[in-house]
């Protein structure tokens, strides 16, 4: 089976630090990766999408990917009270029958974030 | 005002029931999702629909049903073969640019 990996933490970070993330993924052949933030009783919300090896910044957020470690991790610079959350890691992992693009995500169960004021 | 609708919010089901969990996007987007959500655990797709009168089955298909008459809805039915329903419902969408699924706001059903 396809699995997305994460820890679940909790993670607790010190307000103004650097909050750091990770993820990996099962299948060699995914292409696309997305963070979500998932405030508690709420939807997911889109932080950061990766399509390419390296680094992807936007704003305070850098997502960075690995493939030939099949890793993908999430950094937060200058954490705040409002970034506590549970942070979810999604894969656009093929499925049978459909082509690709359009086959649904599969998650990671997500790391609950806390900052410290 | 640009967006995805779920509704209800909360809804109820009693044992043997057949309830319909609505979904509603005006972004034109083409594809569409259902996942489900337990208690501390990710999301599972349950099913997806790239185009209007298709839909394919996701991880979790057993005990559920969808239809796509029109582009922007996607109801999905749980049925009364799902024993364990309790969960929060998220439907999601995305368009042909892109590969990013935003969601709706979710349906948390509870089992009476």
């Known amino acids: 089976q396809k699995e997305v990996e994460q820890n679940s933490g909790p993670l607790s970070v010190p307000e103004g630090a650097i909050a750091s993330l990770n993820c990996t993924y099962s299948?060699?052949?995914?292409?696309?990766f997305f963070w979500y933030r998932q405030y508690s009783g709420k939807s997911p919300e889109l932080i950061m999408s990766i399509y390419s090896n390296g680094d992807k910044e936007d704003g305070r957020f850098t997502a960075q990917l690995n493939k030939a470690s099949q890793y993908v991790s999430l950094l937060i610079r200058d954490s705040q009270p409002s970034d506590s959350a549970t942070y979810l890691c999604a894969v656009n992992i093929g499925r049978k029958g459909s082509g690709g693009g359009a086959d649904g995500l599969t998650f990671g169960k997500g790391t609950h974030l806390i900052i410290q004021p | 005002d640009g967006g995805i609708t779920q509704s209800p919010k909360y809804l109820f089901r009693k044992e043997g029931q057949n309830v319909t969990l609505s979904c509603e996007q005006n972004?034109?987007?083409?594809?569409m999702y259902w996942y489900r959500q337990d208690p501390g655990q990710g999301l599972r797709l349950i099913y997806y629909s790239q185009i209007v009168n298709d839909f394919q089955k996701g991880d979790i298909a057993e005990g559920y049903s969808v239809s796509r008459e029109k582009k922007e809805s996607f109801p999905l039915t749980v049925t009364s073969a799902q024993k364990n329903p309790t969960a929060f419902y998220l439907c999601?969408?995305?368009?042909?640019?892109?590969?990013?699924?935003?969601f709706g706001p979710g349906t948390r059903l509870l089992v009476l």
């Open positions: 972004l034109n987007h083409d594809a």
């Open positions: 999601a969408s995305k368009g042909t640019i892109g590969e990013t699924q935003y």
């Open positions: 299948d060699r052949g995914s292409q696309s």
